[in-house]
């Protein structure tokens, strides 16, 4: 079997990946649906980017390192990942639904949920969540660990007391799912997201692997 130098590419929905000839894209990276790799972009060992029923972009000379996710999604609207250049997501990174401007630092583990919008120069350091519509604006700096949401934006440790009723106000499920459910009611929350996930990544059952032979 001889596997696509470019990774492991997977048409989904009748989009194929595209990655410029200049980008690098690991042996076991895997690129799913429409995803757009720029020139010279890096995209590392065991990173997943997953378009759905959406649209990944890389920028030029941006890095996605080992074992991040980026995901985008069209289940509660279009909500695609757009990276800019010169942006670094850090390994164990996870990137849902959400825009990152140009030169952002995402470090190891970090966090960034649909809807939010990263300005040019932004750092989540290790381990931090940017929540669902937050805007950060350009050159914002997210501590290790903390939690960052509202625009404007604001960050909290994760002692902070207030940090349930804030990410109550947020409306994640709402946000990233189209669930409208009380934030106390989680079961029947949680049971509607697992039901559209399960509707949407069903979608896969007919994506066609690229380049093996």
Not at 45 to 70: K, P
Not at 100 to 114: F, G, K, W
Not at 149 to 157: C, G, K, N, Q, T
């Amino acid at each position: 079997m001889t596997v696509n130098q470019d990774g492991i590419l997977i048409e989904h929905r009748g989009h194929a990946p595209q990655v410029h000839p200049t980008a690098y894209v690991a042996p076991n990276a895997t690129l799913v649906g429409d995803v757009r790799v720029g020139p010279r972009a890096r995209v590392m060992y065991g990173a997943v980017l997953d378009a759905e029923g959406s649209r990944i972009d890389i920028g030029e000379a941006s890095v996605i390192c080992e074992n991040a996710v980026l995901r985008a999604s069209a289940v509660a609207g279009d909500q695609p990942v757009l990276l800019g250049d010169h942006v670094f997501v850090g390994p164990h990174a996870t990137l849902l639904g959400c825009e990152v401007v140009r030169c952002a630092y995402l470090a190891t583990s970090a966090t960034v949920l649909q809807g939010a919008r990263l300005g040019a120069g932004v750092v989540v350091a290790v381990g931090a969540l940017v929540h669902a519509r937050a805007v950060l604006p350009d050159e914002f700096f997210v501590p290790p660990h903390t939690l960052a949401l509202d625009d404007p934006a604001r960050v909290l440790a994760p002692g902070d007391p207030g940090v349930a009723e804030a990410v109550a106000r947020v409306g994640f499920a709402q946000v990233a799912f189209g669930v409208d459910a009380a934030w106390t009611d989680r079961i029947r929350r949680y049971e509607r997201v697992a039901e559209i996930r399960v509707a949407e990544f069903g979608a896969h059952a007919e994506d066609r692997m690229l380049g093996v032979e």
